[in-house]
């Protein structure tokens, strides 16, 4: 027989790692680099820990595993690959009062249905720790279960991350795998690779390269010590580091100002090394029961493709990548975890990690045996910033919140009109232990005038509790306003906003979505889509190709058809019910109607008036574009459309000359108006007369176009849609750099307002690239374009609340703009300027000041996000008679978006990001 040298590999294992020996109730400690003795053919008879005299045997020879080399990190394991491998333990141990830490995987042939025992019992059924063959954990007697040192539910070990993310990896992947205690106390730890009763058919196949069992309790701090040996030994994690916790604001206000002078970094470069642990670390006391925020330093280098950096304490996990950043040289980040009654004696673990694998689902690739190679260092700030490609960490801090938690304030509308009734429904959440406290709720509009709906109310929650509470109030004033819920327990504040806008025209102060065929009704996802529209405070739903005729027949005459413009499946109840979710939450709905009548209404609408349409060679209506009978025929059979192959929209050239025809398409305007209750219609080139004619009292109308440049018809309170701008076009014009973007959408803004309308384009952001789709929103904002389509631009939390909440201050027409330079100078970093003046009164004036941060070139192809500027200062000065009443700074990337600045001339601001708003009201 041959026989490692256990003394030899014991010093190689312990010479970079410590030992957990001193923690009480240490009774095995097996490692497949020590204390292996194999047979003959190599396979390995003993696995035994001489210390404590203990390990596993096996007599036969036929069920013995192997020892494989080189299995995880350079160390061996003992491979359990035959159809009867198995070992027992000489000394059976009783851990139900201790823990369990294993290294090991299960292998892929193991996830067949069935299941396998790694650990077993000595007299149980269920064994120790089996997997269920499909890649998780099913059973464990054990209280509570770490992977990878996370906490994750019984039966989650190694679970699909797309279902349970915080499994760092799957079974088949080497984990360590944490079992502390056991609610099966009369059991005794005795199998490796089976149970001692109820032996399955299927034998566990699979790694396992180290061991330990404690029969008597350890505490937090020895279950991660325990943990982070095995980490540092088999996946490289660094050593854990100290994270301060803050119980008081002042505590935290002190703890930042003691990071500023010279914070400790860790930093990577992701280019060559793709992915890793970047730290752990352990809090200085173990957490209450509680809500807490964890405070983490960032510096994301540009230009990674796929970089992502995992944020995690506890069991919640925040994702953060270069587009969230919007660039700078260091941002800071928070993530809000719970510490629960169950785990309130453990010490936090903040973990930090990086991945640049594509895969969407790659989770903590570090923890799967990859290795950091020595990339982790501490590195100087000053080298940090010296070096744009380093992704670098500062100490992590962890603030203490109020205990209950608003989990939601939302308004029943998005929109109200002037003196509408409203309600707030305000939930919270008490995630600490019983307490009692306080809520107040209170409107707001403009800079700052204030109206409290919900004064300081009693609050008392057991722990865990839920509440919700209504809180009416009524809609006053023009343009956005906001409601802010706040709760204070325990000496300590929580607050939430909500936005929405008092308008009689959903286009005044409005967003745009265009959801396409998700509104077709025949697919029944109307009701998803309206709610996200809600979700995006849009004020209006663009419903196109949902027509059984276009003009030529805008009410159906049966309950289902397929639409003339698309072949979309649509239905009547579909339809009425659709603009009723919508009103219900205050948006309004634009059907889109095309002049040209189109499907099988259009052929019969010839047949009936064939002096309405422009005449082909032949002498008979003409057709723009394919026009088949047979597929006429068949238009609304769904059995004919299964069996060929459709056409697509078929339509006829219209003679809009004619006045009968423009009466009879302003009756059937009116009455599907009447049938569905549309606010507005979207009409392509129409008629003046006709709009007219076919629009009800509070209809409205919207023109779209590809150059807001050409000849536009009054659009009394309607709204212009710019098409071209998302393929980056004005007409035939197409924008190559910044400087000709903004100026000649501020002449375009401009012109649909001197028509009486409301400026709107489809800006594409979400196929843009970061910083691209910053720029172009914020250069299109302070333009005067409303967005028509959904955000997807870095740099806010929700561009549709903070645009809702400041609606009035981009897009009134009373706006005027100005010379920065007479009233207003700012020092300390070259920020481009933009000024407006909003006089809502003659005695009450807005001054509007936008500062941006220049991208890194003009060229809109070359668009970088260019380092966040230093402190800036701001001086205004009034004219003569005025005064400054109140100021204000309004920030996307902050929540809340405004703070409040002194009503000095000169303030220095708080730090900016790229786009910042300073507001000043001036009364006289």
Avoid at 39 to 56: I, K, M, P, Q
Avoid at 604 to 614: G, I, Q, R, S
Wanted: aromatic share 8%; net charge neutral.
């Amino acid at each position: 027989m041959r026989k490692l040298s256990p003394l030899l590999l014991l010093v190689v294992a312990l010479a970079a790692h410590a030992a957990p020996t001193d923690f009480p109730g240490l009774a095995l400690w097996l490692r497949a680099d020590a204390g292996v003795t194999l047979d003959e053919t190599g396979h390995v008879s003993a696995w035994l820990d001489a210390d404590r005299d203990n390990g596993f045997i096996q007599e036969a020879a036929e069920s013995r595993p192997s020892l494989a080399e080189n299995v995880v990190n350079g160390h061996p394991a003992l491979r359990f690959d035959g159809p009867n491998g198995y070992m027992r333990l000489t000394q059976p141990i009783k851990a139900s009062d201790g823990a369990v830490f294993l290294v090991a995987r299960w292998d892929q042939k193991c996830l067949d249905g069935s299941a396998r025992y790694l650990l077993g019992n000595d007299t149980g059924t269920n064994g120790y720790l089996i997997s269920d063959g499909r890649g998780k954990v099913i059973g464990s007697g054990g209280a509570r279960h770490y992977q990878n040192g996370v906490r994750v539910l019984p039966g989650h070990v190694g679970a699909d991350p797309r279902i349970f993310p915080l499994a760092n990896a799957p079974l088949h992947a080497c984990n360590i795998i944490t079992i502390i205690g056991d609610t099966r106390p009369n059991l005794l730890l005795a199998y490796l690779g089976q149970n001692g009763q109820n032996r399955s058919r299927s034998p566990f196949l699979g790694d396992v390269a180290e061991m330990l069992v404690f029969t008597q309790p350890l505490t937090a701090a020895q279950v991660r010590a325990v943990e982070s040996y095995l980490g540092g030994k088999y996946f490289n994690w660094p050593a854990p580091k100290t994270v301060a916790i803050a119980h008081t604001a002042a505590e935290m206000r002190a703890l930042a100002m003691q990071a500023q002078p010279s914070p400790g970094w860790d930093a990577v470069s992701p280019a060559r090394v793709p992915h890793g642990v970047l730290w752990t670390g352990s809090g200085r006391q173990p957490l209450a029961p509680g809500r807490y925020r964890l405070h983490v330093s960032l510096t994301l280098p540009r230009g990674v493709p796929h970089l992502r950096v995992l944020a995690r304490v506890n069991n919640t996990v925040r994702v953060i990548s270069p587009r969230e950043q919007g660039g700078g040289a260091s941002t800071a980040f928070t993530l809000d975890f719970t510490q629960d009654a169950a785990r309130a004696a453990e010490l936090p673990l903040v973990r930090l990690s990086w991945t640049t694998d594509p895969d969407p689902d790659a989770l903590d690739p570090a923890q799967r045996g990859d290795t950091l190679a020595g990339a982790v260092r501490l590195t100087p700030l000053r080298e940090i910033a010296a070096n744009p490609g380093l992704l670098a960490a500062g100490e992590p801090r962890i603030e203490r919140l109020c205990p209950i938690a608003i989990t939601g304030v939302t308004a029943d509308k998005v929109r109200y009109a002037p003196g509408e009734k409203g309600r707030l429904s305000v939930q919270v959440l008490n995630l600490g232990a019983d307490v009692t406290g306080e809520v107040t709720a209170k409107l707001l509009r403009n800079v700052a005038d204030v109206e409290i709906i919900l004064p300081a109310a009693p609050l008392a929650l057991k722990a865990g509790a839920a509440h919700t509470l209504d809180v009416p109030f009524t809609a006053r004033g023009r343009w956005g306003a906001g409601a802010r819920v706040t709760v204070t327990a325990d000496g300590l504040r929580e607050s939430a906003d909500e936005a929405f806008t008092v308008s009689d025209n959903p286009f005044e102060a409005g967003l745009g979505v265009d959801f396409g065929s998700a509104l077709h009704t025949g697919l029944k996802r109307y009701p998803a889509a309206i709610a996200r529209a809600r979700a995006r405070y849009a004020t209006w739903l663009d419903l196109p190709g949902w027509s059984p005729g276009e003009c030529a027949q805008l009410v159906p005459d049966a309950p289902a058809w397929y639409s003339a413009a698309s072949s979309a499946r649509q239905d009547d109840a579909g339809l009425q019910e659709l603009v009723t979710l919508a009103h219900a939450r205050g948006i309004a709905v634009v059907a889109g109607v095309s002049l040209n009548p189109a499907g099988p209404p259009a052929r019969a609408l010839a047949t009936a008036h064939p002096e309405w349409f422009v005449k082909g060679p032949d002498g008979a209506p003409r057709p723009l574009g394919p026009w088949d009978p047979v597929a006429l025929d068949g238009w609304n059979d769904p059995a004919w459309r299964k069996r060929n192959v459709h056409p697509g929209a078929m339509a006829l050239e219209a003679d809009w000359t004619r006045h009968d025809l423009v009466q009879h398409a302003a009756r059937q305007l009116a009455e599907s108006s009447r049938r569905y209750g549309w606010d507005a219609y979207r009409f392509t080139d129409a008629p003046p007369d006709l709009r007219v004619r076919a629009l009800a009292p509070g209809q409205h109308a919207i023109s779209a176009g590809a150059s807001p440049a050409r000849a536009l018809s009054p659009l009394d309170g309607g709204a212009y849609v710019q098409e071209g701008l998302r393929f980056w076009q004005n007409g035939e014009a197409l924008y190559r750099t910044w400087a000709d973007l903004l100026a000649k959408e501020r002449d375009a803004a401009a012109r649909v307002r001197a028509a009486g309308g409301h400026y709107y384009a489809r800006l594409n952001t979400a196929f843009l690239p970061p910083a691209q789709a910053y720029y172009k929103l914020v250069y299109g904002l302070i333009a005067g374009i409303h967005p028509a389509d959904e955000i997807d631009a870095p740099g806010c939390a929700s561009w549709g609340a903070f645009l809702t909440r400041w609606s009035g201050m981009l897009w009134d027409p009373a706006l005027i703009s100005a010379d920065p330079d007479k009233r207003v100078s700012v020092a300390g970093a070259p920020l481009q300027r933009f000024l407006a003046i909003r006089e809502v009164s003659p005695t009450q004036t807005f001054v509007i000041l936008h500062l941006v941060t220049p991208p890194g070139s003009d060229g809109i192809g070359e668009t970088v996000f260019p380092p966040r500027p230093g402190p800036v200062t701001v001086t205004y000065r009034p004219v003569s008679g005025a005064r400054i009443a109140r100021a204000v700074i309004v920030r996307p990337d902050v929540a809340p978006f405004d703070t409040a600045l002194p009503t000095a001339s000169t303030v220095t601001l708080p730090p900016l990001g790229h786009w910042a708003v300073v507001i000043w009201e001036v009364v006289r």
